[in-house]
């Protein structure tokens, strides 16, 4: 079941994006289409790793530690 729920996710996700990426394509927006598969490939893959329940690093750990220790110092005030 961990895989079937994924799995569709991608296939549903990915007709959607051929559909929107060759209409893109066909009315001469190239790099456009370029971006989009682009994003919707990092999304379909980012949410998949969700759905099966795995770790995904984040990147919000760097600023939580530059900006954690600004905010209590400005909240200690």
Known sequence: MMIIVPAVYILCLGA????QTRRLWNGNEKREACIYA???T???IVGA????DVKV?????????????????????
């Open 16 to 19: 959607l994006a051929f559909i």
């Open 57 to 77: 690093p984040t990147f919000v750990l760097p600023y939580k530690i530059v900006f954690e220790s600004i905010g209590k110092s400005v909240l200690s005030r």
């Open 42 to 44: 990092v999304s379909a």
């Open 49 to 52: 790793l969700l759905i099966a």
């Open 38 to 40: 682009l994003s919707m």
